[in-house]
């Protein structure tokens, strides 16, 4: 299971996806299923830090005024009448773009889903944890939205040697991935290829994976809107009901 870094602080995260810096790499709140504090446990947790750092430190002050933004638009939202959406809010960044095959060599590029909404997953086949319940979160997901035609996912692999066509087929009869039909799309590529992706998405370091050995990678999905712009960070341990509320606001978006 992947384990939280200590010294590592995941209000700085959050902060550096939302200014849209690639360079941060790991976030404690998220892995290993872990669920992200809810918008006033957020912002109690900003405040002591803020009044603990040094006062030229500019974490401190960001990871303020980011947990202040979420929680005044999360109270503007339910003021609004509007439904309060899971995960963390990334403004409207355009999404990376990638080049990608699946296991039958197919090429596809992330501006190839232009028009749908892309649901943005990091897997490998022999993931003992983390991976096998994202697969039954996106199923579930789907079939409570009632299979929708504009929602395509996307698996990018964080393994490229364990991760083959044997390897897929298997994980995804094991979790029903079928019932996604062709909206779903299981990526894989050489080291370079899908470090780069790692590193723009900020999911994974770019070191080769040990064989034999668990692939440490955050437990979290994005949610990117018809117009290629990356919106929402979401843990995987996200109730189903919210995962369904989150695509269901992006469809005329």
């Not at 872990?34 to 446990?41: E, L, V």
């Not at 780069?196 to 979290?220: F, I, T």
Request: net charge positive.
């Amino acid at each position: 299971m992947n384990q939280a870094v200590e010294g590592r602080d995941p209000r700085r995260r959050i902060a550096n996806l939302t200014n849209g810096d690639r360079s941060a790499r790991r976030s404690p709140d998220v892995l290993a299923g872990k669920r992200a504090p809810g918008w006033a446990q957020r912002l109690r947790v900003a405040l002591a830090a803020a009044q603990n750092a040094h006062a030229g430190r500019l974490i401190g002050a960001a990871a303020l005024l980011v947990a202040i933004v979420a929680a005044g638009g999360i109270v503007h939202a339910r003021e609004a009448g509007r439904p309060v959406l899971a995960g963390t809010e990334l403004g409207r960044q355009q999404a990376p773009d990638f080049l990608l095959r699946d296991a039958s060599g197919q090429a596809y590029s992330l501006s190839r889903f232009r028009g749908k909404i892309v649901v943005l997953a990091f897997l490998y086949t022999q993931c003992p944890d983390v991976c096998p319940f994202t697969a039954e979160l996106l199923r579930k997901a789907d079939a409570a939205a009632g299979h929708p035609a504009d929602v395509e996912y996307v698996a990018v692999s964080v393994d490229p040697f364990g991760d083959n066509a044997t390897t897929i087929a298997a994980f995804s009869q094991e979790h029903q991935l079928g019932q996604l039909g062709e909206r779903f799309h299981y990526l894989i590529g050489s080291l370079p290829e899908l470090a780069r992706v790692w590193q723009q998405y900020s999911v994974r370091d770019a070191a080769a994976p040990e064989l034999g050995q668990p692939v440490d990678h955050e437990a979290w999905v994005y949610v990117i809107d018809k117009q290629g712009l990356r919106r929402r960070l979401i843990a995987v341990d996200v109730p189903v009901a919210a995962f369904v509320r989150d695509l269901r606001a992006f469809e005329h978006r």
